[in-house]
């Protein structure tokens, strides 16, 4: 975030400090299903006003200074800022987004130094471009490698939705000169967000699929770009040329979660927004074993296979 739009006065409180993504690592029960300890980074999309603005930064600027200088890449000004900017006077953030997320990273990678390793980087819309810029830092500066063995390197994907484009052609030489690094873009193939910026580049491999197609949206065309119905579309593309048919058993409820998205054929008992609601609401939606969501009210409750989807 650049510093004319942040308060520049000592913070007692979190001040301008903004959740926007996590790190986490596979558990021991984890591992064992999936044959690996993965380190997770997930970036969220945009949020608010603020980041809104961000996103309009469309300016390049130089990104060598944590890529290489070789290319000197130029990425998109208000993300590479936004991840990188640090508020030393933050009593609880004083650190930029990347000092913290690299730090995390070292820590597990050191803690786990020899088991087998992968790193995954997630995000949507803005969090999909910091994600990528994110992936491309970590294997750069070598926070894929223990400390203390430079030689061992553990492979970084990141698979991100609806990803804009980050960067020049200076970028994309740089990503595409590195090993262990490999990024997925999912776009939605109406989806306008993943077309700009204009005159960017988009680095790594697409997968296109094509949500208007599903017949559990109400309205497609003006939900294109959220990501539970990403989501939903990945569940059930069947390829641009297919059809849409549901080959993963994903939660329909999950669709409304912050929008009004599923079709009149869905049960109506599925509130809309029901994640950003009154609490009243909230607290009348709750979460199986399975992962699944359920509406907890009356005969409903009852009905599991009905709340459920």
Same mark, same amino acid.
């Given at each position: 975030?650049?510093?004319?739009?942040?308060?520049?006065?000592?913070?007692?409180?979190?001040?301008?400090?903004?959740?926007?993504?996590?790190?986490?690592?596979?558990?021991?029960?984890?591992?064992? @299903?999936?044959?690996?300890? *993965?380190?997770? &980074? #997930?970036?969220?999309? =945009?949020?608010?006003?603020?980041? /809104?603005? !961000?996103?309009?930064?469309?300016?390049?600027?130089?990104?060598?200074?944590?890529?290489?200088?070789?290319?000197?890449?130029?990425?998109?000004?208000?993300?590479?800022?936004?991840?990188?900017?640090?508020?030393?006077?933050?009593?609880?953030?004083?650190?930029?987004?990347?000092?913290?997320?690299?730090?995390?990273?070292?820590?597990? @990678?050191?803690?786990?130094? *020899?088991?087998? &390793? #992968?790193?995954?980087? =997630?995000?949507?819309?803005?969090? /999909?471009? !910091?994600?990528?810029?994110?992936?491309?830092?970590?294997?750069?500066?070598?926070?894929?490698?223990?400390?203390?063995?430079?030689?061992?390197?553990?492979?970084?994907?990141?698979?991100?939705?609806?990803?804009?484009?980050?960067?020049?052609?200076?970028?994309?030489?740089?990503?595409?000169?590195?090993?262990?690094?490999?990024?997925?873009?999912?776009?939605?193939?109406?989806?306008?967000?993943?077309?700009?910026?204009?005159?960017?580049?988009?680095?790594?491999?697409?997968?296109?699929?094509?949500?208007?197609?599903?017949?559990?949206?109400?309205?497609?065309?003006?939900?294109?770009?959220?990501?539970?119905?990403?989501?939903?579309?990945?569940?059930?593309?069947?390829?641009?040329?297919?059809?849409?048919?549901?080959?993963?058993?994903?939660?329909?409820?999950?669709?409304?979660?912050?929008?009004?998205?599923?079709?009149?054929?869905?049960?109506?008992?599925?509130?809309?927004?029901?994640?950003?609601?009154?609490?009243?609401?909230?607290?009348?939606?709750?979460?199986?074993?399975?992962?699944?969501?359920?509406?907890?009210?009356?005969?409903?409750?009852?009905?599991?296979?009905?709340?459920?989807?």
């Amino acid at each position: 975030m650049s510093e004319n739009t942040l308060a520049k006065e000592p913070k007692n409180s979190a001040g301008n400090s903004k959740w926007i993504g996590f790190v986490a690592v596979t558990t021991d029960e984890g591992m064992e @299903v999936l044959g690996r300890r *993965d380190i997770l &980074i #997930s970036w969220r999309g =945009t949020l608010g006003t603020v980041e /809104a603005l !961000i996103d309009l930064k469309f300016g390049k600027v130089p990104a060598s200074e944590i890529l290489d200088k070789e290319n000197d890449p130029q990425v998109h000004e208000g993300w590479y800022n936004y991840y990188t900017w640090s508020e030393p006077s933050s009593k609880y953030n004083p650190t930029s987004s990347r000092d913290q997320v690299l730090a995390a990273v070292r820590e597990l @990678v050191d803690q786990y130094k *020899d088991e087998e &390793i #992968s790193i995954t980087v =997630t995000g949507h819309s803005m969090g /999909a471009a !910091i994600g990528t810029l994110n992936a491309t830092d970590i294997v750069v500066n070598g926070y894929n490698k223990p400390k203390d063995q430079p030689n061992k390197t553990f492979p970084v994907t990141a698979i991100v939705f609806a990803s804009p484009r980050l960067g020049d052609e200076g970028f994309l030489n740089c990503f595409s000169n590195l090993k262990n690094l490999n990024v997925l873009r999912v776009t939605n193939d109406q989806d306008p967000v993943p077309n700009l910026p204009p005159k960017y580049e988009h680095v790594g491999q697409e997968l296109v699929i094509d949500t208007t197609k599903s017949e559990y949206l109400k309205d497609p065309e003006n939900t294109l770009h959220e990501l539970e119905v990403y989501l939903h579309g990945v569940a059930g593309t069947q390829g641009v040329a297919g059809g849409f048919k549901l080959e993963v058993a994903r939660d329909l409820t999950l669709v409304n979660k912050t929008i009004d998205g599923l079709s009149d054929k869905v049960p109506s008992h599925i509130f809309v927004k029901w994640w950003t609601e009154k609490v009243e609401k909230k607290m009348g939606m709750a979460q199986l074993d399975d992962g699944s969501w359920v509406f907890l009210d009356g005969e409903i409750a009852e009905d599991n296979e009905v709340a459920k989807l």
